[in-house]
């Protein structure tokens, strides 16, 4: 059970008059290599109901096909109260550098990610927008549908309501209670700015490191546990074991550039936020186990010599057996350590599934750069 307050929304209709004005709301899509995709992305927008303030910037990363062109005409032919503009890169950044020139250009109070070859139900932002407005809140999260797979998830574990405070918000992320992808949410541009939330570039997997440094910075969210966001599985771009080298080199990166994020930001003591290092040790561990688990042992060890926190401060007896028993590994020597993990690793998923990460299966928007 979650702790907290927690809010019961009474009416989430978007035309629903509140006494408190609609916030001008920045859409940001990055734009590469979606020429087949990239109209019916477009459109989606244009059919939004919202009927507050509404700009969408299309960042143009050098994409090598006619994707702009076809949104540069969508745009000059259309006569609505969105504000359009699109903005051209001198060179390609990738999908991080995109989303983060979006963050530096938006206008508005909160801004949305939108991926290029996705789209957005009619009433996605007027859904999201009117509670950020009651609540003035850092976040608001809307669940969003997966099409082009054969699997279906339930992403967001949340009710519709109001949730705040540190240790509530961080046990959400680190629980899965919530997903750990840039898109389908709502965010506070102050919030983003002010905490200097921008997107590392570069690198796969940005979604996850980004989306774990705003979950150990965050006061409040609004949830609205409806679809507001179609997740299109495009044929082509689902990642396979041929990527496992790739996949290596981004978690090198992530976990080491999360401890120094936790540091910076006078974290590295604090048990909720350390406890997303132990996600991104699970979900490093896992990739390791679908696609190369002979490579297991060795990835642990890896892993181990990343962390560079204290172990006391990464286990505690306070959050009940089950708990310590996962983190008691982090108190043996690394050599040591791994049987324990793994022992525990394999009893767990004898009668759990693994957590889905939605994010990593699929190539999205730009490339990495």
């Known amino acids: 059970m979650l702790q907290g307050m927690v809010i019961r929304l009474q009416d989430s209709s978007p035309n629903r008059r509140m006494n408190m004005e609609a916030p001008r709301v920045s859409l940001i899509i990055p734009v590469y290599g979606v020429e087949p995709y990239i109209e019916a992305c477009v459109r989606s927008v244009m059919a939004q109901d919202y009927q507050g303030k509404l700009e969408c910037l299309l960042i143009d990363d050098c994409s090598p096909d006619k994707s702009i062109d076809i949104a540069t005409k969508l745009v000059a032919g259309y006569s609505g109260s969105i504000e359009f503009r699109i903005i051209h890169h001198k060179y390609n950044k990738g999908l991080s550098g995109a989303r983060n020139t979006g963050i530096n250009e938006s206008t508005g109070e909160y801004c949305y990610f939108l991926d290029s070859d996705d789209e957005l139900t009619p009433d996605c932002i007027s859904s999201l927008a009117m509670p950020a407005a009651k609540h003035r809140v850092d976040m608001v999260i809307g669940e969003y549908e997966v099409r082009g797979s054969t699997k279906i998830f339930k992403h967001l574990k ?7 405070g540190h240790k509530t918000l961080a046990k959400a992320y680190y629980e899965y209670k919530w997903p750990q992808i840039a898109v389908a949410k709502l965010y506070n541009l102050e919030f983003l700015k002010s905490h200097n939330l921008f997107f590392e570039e570069g690198i796969i997997h940005e979604d996850e490191l980004w989306s774990g440094e705003i979950a150990c910075l965050l006061h409040s969210i609004q949830v609205v546990n409806k679809p507001t966001y179609i997740y299109k599985v495009r044929q082509g771009s689902i990642t396979t074991a041929n990527d496992y080298d790739r996949k290596m080199l981004a978690y090198v990166r992530i976990l080491p550039s999360f401890i120094n994020f936790l540091k910076n930001n006078g974290l590295s003591k604090d048990y909720d936020s350390l406890q997303l290092v132990n996600r991104f040790v699970y979900q490093f561990f896992s990739i390791t186990k679908e696609d190369k688990p002979s490579y297991c042992k060795d990835c642990y060890l890896l892993v181990r010599g990343l962390i560079d926190v204290p172990s006391r401060y990464l286990f505690t007896l306070s959050n009940g057996l089950r708990q310590a028993i996962l983190q ?42």
């Open 158 to 164: 949340l009710n519709d309501g109001l949730y705040e």
């Open 328 to 369: 008691s590994h982090y108190l043996l020597p690394p050599a040591i350590g791994y049987y324990l993990y793994d022992l525990y690793d394999r009893f767990y998923h004898l009668k759990k599934s693994r957590p889905k990460v939605v994010g990593r299966h699929k190539s999205k928007g730009t490339n990495v750069g």
